[in-house]
DNA sequence: ACGCGGATGGCCT
DNA sequence: GGCCATCCGCGTA
């Protein structure tokens, strides 16, 4: 219904753009769009909350385990979107970063709804207000309709694509430690904007 | 406002 | 067999 409102993003964000260091990619999709389009439906929100993952030598990356069925397009070529199942139902969907076959990421872990909040609740009929519709790695997934068939797809022209959004000030961002890990629990990679 | 534990299944050792 | 880049509901305050 109030779907049709102008969006505020423009064309995908190139290749080029996530061919850098995961915490450079992570902090600056800070207020960009991540849009889906999965089941003929718009979704969309503005990232508020990011994590980098980056590569093999990273306790914490999924790369330390190498090349795996799991693991396999984390390793592909940058603007490629790795979705993996976590605790047995949850997806969480990343940006690839750096150049094809390293294995670094940028983990989106929140965004405010934007479009297609009515679809969203739909998915989630768990989410009592708007806010909670999308502030977690599987929430928004859920929201988006991201699953295993995203998993290797590009994010410049497929169903989730990335968009430039209004930047984001150093000013209203928060660096801390990254969430729910277990190894390098003290790495400042979780970019957060207040 | 927090803290804790159960759900649930694929994947690596 | 054990470990998860999580979420939700229930308990205590």
């Given at each position: 219904?109030?779907?049709?409102?102008?969006?505020?993003?423009g064309a995908?964000?190139?290749?080029?753009?996530?061919?850098?260091?995961?915490?450079?990619?992570?902090?600056?999709?800070?207020g960009a769009?991540?849009?889906?389009?999965?089941?003929?439906?718009?979704?969309?929100?503005?990232?508020?909350?990011?994590?980098?993952?980056?590569?093999?030598?990273?306790?914490?990356?999924?790369?330390?385990?190498?090349?795996?069925?799991?693991?396999?397009?984390?390793?592909?070529?940058?603007?490629?979107?790795?979705?993996?199942?976590?605790?047995?139902?949850?997806?969480?969907?990343?940006?690839?970063?750096?150049?094809?076959?390293?294995?670094?990421?940028?983990?989106?872990?929140?965004?405010?709804?934007?479009?297609?909040?009515?679809?969203?609740?739909?998915?989630?009929?768990?989410?009592?207000t708007d806010?909670?519709?999308?502030?977690?790695?599987?929430?928004?997934?859920?929201?988006?309709?991201?699953?295993?068939?995203?998993?290797?797809?590009?994010?410049?022209?497929?169903?989730?694509?990335?968009?430039?959004?209004?930047?984001?000030?150093?000013?209203?961002?928060?660096?801390?430690?990254?969430?729910?890990?277990?190894?390098?629990?003290?790495?400042?990679?979780?970019?957060?904007?207040?």
């Amino acid at each position: 219904m109030n779907d049709r409102t102008a969006a505020p993003y423009g064309a995908p964000l190139a290749p080029a753009f996530f061919d850098r260091d995961p915490a450079i990619v992570a902090r600056a999709l800070l207020g960009a769009v991540l849009r889906s389009s999965a089941g003929g439906v718009v979704t969309s929100g503005i990232i508020t909350e990011t994590e980098a993952y980056l590569g093999p030598h990273d306790p914490a990356c999924h790369a330390v385990a190498g090349r795996t069925p799991r693991t396999w397009h984390l390793f592909g070529p940058p603007g490629t979107a790795y979705v993996y199942f976590i605790y047995g139902m949850h997806w969480c969907v990343n940006a690839v970063t750096r150049e094809d076959g390293f294995g670094s990421a940028a983990l989106i872990r929140a965004i405010a709804p934007l479009e297609g909040i009515d679809t969203m609740r739909l998915r989630r009929p768990k989410a009592r207000t708007d806010r909670t519709l999308s502030d977690g790695p599987g929430k928004l997934c859920a929201a988006l309709g991201i699953t295993r068939v995203h998993d290797g797809a590009s994010l410049q022209h497929g169903e989730i694509t990335l968009h430039a959004g209004a930047p984001v000030a150093d000013a209203e961002v928060s660096v801390t430690p990254r969430i729910g890990i277990s190894k390098a629990t003290d790495w400042p990679l979780r970019f957060v904007r207040r």
